[in-house]
């Protein structure tokens, strides 16, 4: 029997992405490579409890939720990860999205099964733990987001998406301002200023007051 570590599940808004919006049951899963300044998941640091693959399958599929995400954490890291993956997305009118935090073999995500891949900026303090073949690796349906604290973010953002021509590469791609700490506004206008094919994204679930 395969289990994963578990931090929680939760239903709620889907805050980020392109289903931004939607209800979306949650699979957060425990442990985390990384130590982002902002992050506000700290509790996923902790080892989590083994639950068992088929379970959370079980519970995906009789939320009435459309979509169901599969976070962390890093949920890369696990060894179960993929078939967790694989039993989601096989189960009937959910679409099944995945948020990792670039610094592990994107690959390892099934084919059906939609990435939503972080890029570390200088402001997180990570930004030299992403692994750039994850950029090769980027498929059509695949979406990309940057968490962005200052304006040096912005600069530094915005030159990997033209180096990269990640635009092109993949289904969107995101700029996020760190929530209480970047004004969305100033972060608009410079988007507005430069004419990017990058969106801004507000935490939505954040502006909600919601998980
Ligand atoms: S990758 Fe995500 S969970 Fe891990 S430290 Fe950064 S923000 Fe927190």
Redesign the pocket.
């Known amino acids: 029997m395969t289990t994963v570590s578990l931090c929680e599940t939760f239903t709620s808004i889907q805050g980020e992405s392109s289903w931004v919006g939607l209800s979306c049951f949650f699979i957060r899963l425990a442990g985390?490579?990384?130590?982002?300044r902002?992050?506000?998941?700290?509790c996923?640091?902790a080892d989590g409890r083994p639950v068992a693959v088929r379970e959370l399958v079980a519970q995906a599929g009789a939320s009435p939720a459309p979509l169901v995400e599969i976070t962390?954490?890093?949920p890369l890291l696990q060894a179960g990860f993929r078939e967790l993956s694989l039993g989601l997305r096989d189960l009937a009118g959910k679409r099944v999205l995945v948020e990792t935090?670039g610094?592990m073999d994107i690959s390892l995500a099934p084919e059906r099964v939609i990435v939503i891949m972080?890029v570390?900026c200088p402001g997180?303090g990570?930004d030299r733990a992403m692994d750039l073949r994850n950029v090769e690796r980027l498929r059509p349906c695949d979406e990309v987001k940057f968490?962005l604290t200052d304006e040096r973010d912005y600069d530094w953002a915005r030159r990997f998406v033209e180096e990269h021509r990640l635009t092109s590469r993949c289904n969107a791609v995101f700029f996020s301002p760190v929530f209480g700490v970047l004004d969305p506004k100033r972060l608009a206008e410079w988007i507005v200023r430069d004419g990017l094919s990058a969106r801004l994204q507000a935490q939505f679930h954040k502006v909600l007051g919601v998980p």
């Open positions: 985390c490579n990384l130590r982002c902002y992050c506000d998941t700290a996923a640091y962390g954490g890093e935090n610094s972080d570390k997180s990570q968490v």
